[in-house]
């Protein structure tokens, strides 16, 4: 082999540069964009910073400022009755977890019987459409009423007995009609051929539910059964009604001892705490649907 006939590629000088570099004109669009972004930022700041002072002012110059200021803003009364709020508050924490995980499990039965096509299950269908016209159109005030006071009436053997367990059992059975019909609105919302294609691959229809159906489904409606789940959260303060001493209940037992409504800013405050970051975690999923919605679209 001759080395020197042997022919050995050499890279080139320089690498050409592949990099976009942006014009002038789009460099200048840019700082354009981001000037006008923060000069709208800083309007929108100004104009909710006046208009608060605006409206607090108004309050203050109200003839009844002074009364409102003893009955509802009394800063040692808050504080004297905030442990007392903060442990009622807590059974509505308990009560708004374990309200959730039935009503997520009540309502994906009642979604999954509504889409299904079986000729066999059409009692069930026709249960379940009754199920959730009747619940949802009965308020949820007036379902607490009927259930913690009705249900023990009966005086069947294992009826629960408990005020809180009974408000419980309300909400799960008004709020699985709303979550049922989000659940079934998301699981009509996948394509068939989604479906399709998982049964091309082998999967049965058990396998094809869970591992394309449901999650798709469920990926879409996050944000609404978001939104449901802040409302059950605040509806758990319905439950006072029945006598458990749940936040709102003690807000009240405060506020008729001392004859000062403070204490229900309070247990309004502590709801605040709770639903506010929820709101924001909902807004933040819809605003990344419909990004993903757009994307899809421009592909």
Known sequence: MDLEKTAVPHPPATAPDDTHRPSDHELERQRFRRSRKR???WTSSLCTVL??????AAAVASPGWERVDSLFLDGAELRAAFPELLRGFWL????FLIAEVLILVLGLLIALVRVSRAPGLQPLRLAAAVYVDVFRGVPTLLLVFLIGFGLPALQLQGTPSEPWVLGVIALV????????EVLRAGLNSVHPAQRNAARALGLNERQTLRHVVLPQAVRNVLPPLLNDFIALQKDTALVAVL????VLRAAQIKADYDFNYTPYLGAALLFLAVTI???RFADRLQRRA???TWAGADR
């Open 39 to 41: 000069r709208h930022a």
């Open 173 to 180: 059975l008004s709020y699985a009609a709303y979550v049922g």
């Open 51 to 56: 208009g608060l002072v605006a409206l607090g």
């Open 290 to 292: 419909a990004r993903r």
């Open 92 to 95: 509505n924490i308990q009560m």
């Open 277 to 279: 970051p929820l709101t």
């Open 243 to 246: 006598g458990p001493l749940e």
